[in-house]
């Protein structure tokens, strides 16, 4: 894999997807259709997967694509694959809170080594470059040239004083449980995976999730983690997520930097 053309072809494809996704965002109404599942889908989060999809596979015809919004990559099977969620969050778009996300990843061995993380309504990416450290880019997001990067790297987390972040949409008394055996000097919350990328920045120091999330969910933002310096590991017994499991459903996880000092369950 050639990661400086992956690098650059993600972040494109993030962008000309977020375009889209706000294109309609601004417009006075949209449909909201309901999935198999019971979760809700809109044209912006198709309109997206087409543009993420059709250029990865030009791009990559020979790497395995598994997206959201294409149940028939999800019998794929492997362990090396570009994973996409063309729009993470889509309740937050739907109510318009703002805080969802472009996802694009690549998985290797089972390990999201490359992701980009794009919040087109937050202005904010995160990426990893092509030596796998991660990124936040600033400015104006032209799609053909990268802008200003600054490098982002982990907290040291003081375990006497917390920062946790959970997520808007889907915190539950099981989460607040598991929160309560730390020393939590604060709390933040956000959507989507916008949630691994505050780890990443230092902006916070633990993110538990007690609860369903597919692998398009997670990957992007655990690759652009893992270049910060930070990890993601199972709930139940603090190993390594891996990826490429069955049906790409994921066990309850812990994002976190490495200083913090990790509960059992």
Same mark, same amino acid.
């Not at 909201?32 to 309109?47: G, W």
């Not at 028939?72 to 703002?98: C, M, Q, Y």
């Given at each position: 894999?050639?990661?400086?053309?992956?690098?650059?072809?993600?972040?494109?494809?993030?962008? #000309? $997807?977020? &375009?889209? /996704?706000?294109?309609?965002?601004?417009?006075?109404? +949209?449909?909201?259709?309901?999935?198999?599942? %019971?979760?809700?889908?809109?044209?912006?989060? #198709? $309109?997206? &997967?087409? /543009?993420?999809?059709?250029?990865?596979?030009?791009? +990559?015809?020979?790497?395995?694509?598994?997206? %959201?919004?294409?149940?028939?990559?999800?019998?794929?099977?492997? &362990?090396?694959?570009?994973?996409?969620?063309?729009?993470?969050?889509?309740?937050?778009?739907?109510?318009?809170?703002?805080?969802?996300?472009?996802?694009?990843?690549?998985?290797?061995?089972?390990?999201?080594?490359?992701?980009?993380?794009?919040?087109?309504?937050?202005?904010?990416?995160?990426?990893?470059?092509?030596?796998?450290?991660?990124?936040?880019?600033?400015?104006?997001?032209?799609?053909?040239?990268?802008?200003?990067?600054?490098?982002?790297?982990?907290?040291?987390?003081?375990?006497?004083?917390?920062?946790?972040?959970?997520?808007?949409?889907?915190?539950?008394?099981?989460?607040?449980?598991?929160?309560?055996?730390?020393?939590?000097?604060?709390?933040?919350?956000?959507?989507?995976?916008?949630?691994?990328?505050?780890?990443?920045?230092?902006?916070?120091?633990?993110?538990?999730?007690?609860?369903?999330?597919?692998?398009?969910?997670?990957?992007?933002?655990?690759?652009?983690?893992?270049?910060?310096?930070?990890?993601?590991?199972?709930?139940?017994?603090?190993?390594?997520?891996?990826?490429?499991?069955?049906?790409?459903?994921?066990?309850?996880?812990?994002?976190?930097?490495?200083?913090?000092?990790?509960?059992?369950?």
């Amino acid at each position: 894999m050639d990661y400086e053309q992956l690098v650059t072809v993600m972040r494109r494809l993030s962008i #000309e $997807a977020g &375009d889209k /996704i706000m294109e309609i965002y601004g417009s006075d109404d +949209f449909e909201v259709k309901t999935k198999s599942d %019971e979760s809700p889908v809109t044209i912006a989060d #198709e $309109a997206a &997967d087409q /543009i993420i999809s059709d250029g990865l596979r030009a791009a +990559f015809p020979d790497v395995m694509l598994v997206t %959201e919004e294409q149940s028939a990559t999800h019998s794929a099977s492997g &362990d090396t694959f570009l994973i996409v969620d063309p729009l993470d969050g889509t309740k937050e778009f739907i109510n318009r809170r703002g805080d969802f996300t472009v996802n694009i990843a690549l998985v290797e061995g089972g390990v999201p080594t490359r992701g980009v993380v794009y919040a087109p309504a937050r202005s904010r990416m995160f990426f990893t470059l092509a030596d796998g450290s991660s990124v936040e880019e600033t400015g104006d997001f032209p799609k053909d040239s990268r802008g200003p990067v600054q490098p982002i790297t982990v907290s040291k987390p003081d375990n006497a004083a917390l920062m946790v972040v959970a997520s808007k949409s889907h915190r539950d008394e099981a989460t607040d449980d598991y929160i309560a055996k730390y020393n939590v000097r604060d709390m933040k919350s956000a959507g989507s995976s916008l949630k691994f990328c505050l780890i990443a920045t230092g902006e916070a120091d633990l993110y538990p999730r007690v609860g369903r999330t597919m692998e398009w969910d997670t990957a992007a933002g655990h690759a652009v983690l893992t270049g910060a310096g930070g990890a993601v590991v199972r709930f139940d017994d603090l190993t390594p997520l891996t990826y490429g499991k069955a049906d790409f459903a994921n066990p309850f996880f812990i994002a976190h930097a490495p200083g913090v000092d990790l509960k059992a369950s």
